[in-house]
């Protein structure tokens, strides 16, 4: 099995910055795509950012030039450096991680708990 462990949310002033980050653990042999998407309240979850093995990254239109997606692939985790944050920002932040468990094998799809950004004007 995999999990999951995200961390870094928390209450920040407009302007200001986060870090999250996002571990994997278990039975791993290849991750593919690793992203964060966030779900603010009443409104359906989003894609914020992702890179892929090959680091190619994609970011949401309204964070680019704010937030920069990154991976240390030898520790299985992501990070999410939000800066120029916006009252627009709050929401709960999910990370996650498409895995090969083994070889050969199918890819998984599995997300973090989610952690709340809350960005204060």
């Known amino acids: 099995q995999v999990q999951l462990v995200s961390s870094g949310g928390g209450l920040v002033q407009a302007g200001g910055s986060l870090r999250l980050s996002c571990a994997a653990s278990?039975?791993?042999?290849?991750?593919?795509?690793m992203g964060w998407y966030r779900q603010a309240a009443g409104k359906q979850r989003e894609l914020v950012a992702q890179?892929?093995?090959?680091?190619?990254?994609n970011y949401a239109d309204s964070v680019k030039g704010r937030f920069t997606i990154s991976s240390d692939n030898a520790k299985n985790t992501v990070y999410l450096q939000m800066n120029s944050l916006k009252p627009e920002d709050t929401a709960v932040y999910y990370c996650y991680f498409q895995i090969q468990r083994v070889f050969p094998g199918a890819l998984h799809d599995y997300w973090g708990q989610g952690t709340q950004v809350t960005v204060s004007s």
């Open positions: 278990g039975s791993i042999f290849r991750l593919n795509v």
């Open positions: 890179i892929t093995s090959g680091d190619t990254r």
